[in-house]
Nanobody, 115 residues
């Protein structure tokens, strides 16, 4: 099992920035995929950004050019740098790690963009 703990959410004004972190601990599962998802009230969970073991990244069109996903291999941690935040970015953000067989989710961290 892998336990994921997210941090870095909060309240920010439009145009501001936040950096989310997600650290994994537990068994030494080989992680081949790391992703950030979000779910706004009344909406389905959606992919925000992902990073596969080879280094390729993928972003939702709505966040391209504003968000950056990165990882620290030594710490088994993934980050999401969010710039130029908009009210539409308000949601609970979840990290997701995947091994060859299993998938693991964090508990979520709230991001609220409001003036």
């Amino acid at each position: 099992q892998v336990q994921l703990v997210e941090s870095g959410g909060g309240l920010v004004q439009p145009g501001g920035s936040l950096r989310l972190s997600c650290g994994g601990s537990g068994s030494s599962v080989r992680i081949i995929y790391m992703g950030w998802y979000r779910q706004a009230p009344g909406k389905q969970r959606e992919l925000v950004a992902s990073l596969i073991s080879g280094g390729s990244t993928n972003y939702a069109d709505s966040v391209k050019g504003r968000f950056t996903i990165s990882r620290d291999n030594g710490k088994n941690t993934v980050y999401l740098q969010m710039n130029s935040l908009k009210p539409d970015d308000t949601a609970i953000y979840y990290c997701n790690f995947r091994g060859v067989v299993d998938s693991y989710w964090g508990q979520g961290t709230q991001v609220t963009v409001s003036s």
